[in-house]
């Protein structure tokens, strides 16, 4: 299990809000079965911690959306970006004990969908 804390950042240096989405458009692939990618997002400055075992996941509540990587078309919810704040993105990663790691990089790409309108992207 890995956990990679503010990977990136999403700003808003604007004076209105926007309303974000954040859609895989292509997947990660070649992860062993039962393998997990998730995305996180908070708040800047959230607090982060992990329960559970022997699989440590971050703590329901305390961030505002996840997304699974590993699926095609899987979308966030709305999450609203206030004027001059920001959100942080991490990373979950799980790979079982005793399974091959993937010979070749994973990678997946997502999509930034931002509106100044509560409308729902396509």
Not at 42 to 66: D, E, K
Not at 98 to 105: A, F, I, R, V
Request: net charge neutral; hydrophobic share 30%.
């Amino acid at each position: 299990m890995a956990y990679y804390k503010n990977i990136a950042k999403i700003v808003n240096n604007d004076q209105q809000t926007y309303y974000v989405y954040l859609k895989v458009e292509n997947p990660a692939t070649g992860l062993p079965q039962g393998s997990k990618l998730i995305l996180y997002i908070y708040n800047a400055n959230a607090g982060r911690s992990l329960s559970g075992w022997p699989q440590p996941t971050p703590t329901s509540g305390s961030y505002m959306a996840s997304l699974d990587l590993t699926t095609s078309g899987s979308t966030t919810s709305k999450i609203t970006l206030s004027s001059q704040s920001s959100l942080e993105l991490d990373v979950y990663v799980y790979i079982p004990e005793g399974t091959t790691l993937p010979s070749s990089p994973v990678t997946a790409q997502l999509l930034l969908v931002y509106t100044p309108s509560t409308e729902t992207p396509p």
